[in-house]
T-cell receptor, first 114, second 113 residues
Framework: GAVVSQHPSRVICKSGTSVKIECRSL??????MFWYRQFPKQSLMLMAT?????????EQGVEKDKFLINHASLTLSTLTVTSAHPEDSSFYIC??????????FGQGTRLTVV | RKEVEQDPGPFNVPEGATVAFNCTYS??????FFWYRQDCRKEPKLLMS???SGNEDGRFTAQLNRASQYISLLIRDSKLSDSATYLC??????????????FGTGTQLKVEL
């Protein structure tokens, strides 16, 4: 299957700082990238959907000014958690898809805000 | 109504049992359908795509019923290693031509000795 690389896999940051997470599709062009968050023992929650070259579409309840998403190319999307707080600590996962194909997931980023 | 609904379980079954999961979706215009497997603290991995004609891969069989808007996953001769959360995923188009993948909450399966 296709490969999606997500970096970093783990990050610990201080409260109030910003963290950038990268998601790259290594061997295919991803017209759409998705960002999810998963709290312990809960299901994946979609945060936003981004199509290359256009603004991300955020799910209800997700602050677009806090979770900045950039999808500047067909192989790279970034999620920046701005002014992180301890309640932002979670497992963040990206996935990339082409039209009518299955989605391939990055390895996830475990964010801990202290 | 949720866009994609699954019974969260857990389904506790003995090794060797046959178990079936269903998933319903609300958007009749949905294009494609998948089952993913997620192990604890790991990212989801594609298990199989689901086609109208149904498809089988070893012990796993997936089927799609467009009229009733549900998909199913059947696992035969379950193994301990099948213990995981199974996610139903529906791919629908959004305005502007992009994709929107919607995940069910997942069904947890525990296979026991």
């Amino acid at each position: 299957g296709a490969v999606v690389s997500q970096h970093p896999s783990r990050v610990i940051c201080k409260s109030g700082t910003s963290v950038k997470i990268e998601c790259r599709s290594l061997d295919f062009q991803a017209t759409t990238m998705f960002w999810y968050r998963q709290f312990p023992k809960q299901s994946l929650m979609l945060m936003a959907t981004s199509n290359e070259g256009s603004k991300a579409t955020y799910e209800q309840g997700v602050e677009k000014d806090k979770f900045l998403i950039n999808h500047a190319s067909l192989t790279l999307s970034t999620l920046t958690v701005t002014s992180a707080h301890p309640e932002d600590s979670s497992f963040y996962i990206c996935s990339a898809a082409n039209r009518n194909t299955e989605a391939f997931f990055g390895q996830g980023t475990r964010l801990t805000v202290v | 109504r949720k866009e994609v609904e699954q019974d969260p379980g857990p389904f506790n079954v003995p090794e060797g049992a046959t178990v079936a999961f269903n998933c319903t979706y609300s958007n009749s215009a949905s294009q494609s359908f998948f089952w993913y497997r997620q192990d604890c603290r790991k990212e989801p991995k594609l298990l199989m795509s689901v086609y109208s004609s149904g498809n089988e891969d070893g012990r796993f069989t997936a089927q799609l019923n467009r009229a009733s808007q549900y998909i199913s996953l059947l696992i035969r001769d379950s193994k301990l290693s099948d213990s995981a959360t199974y996610l139903c995923v529906v791919n629908g188009r959004i305005t502007g031509g992009g994709n929107k993948l919607t995940f069910g909450t997942g069904t947890q399966l525990k296979v026991e000795l």
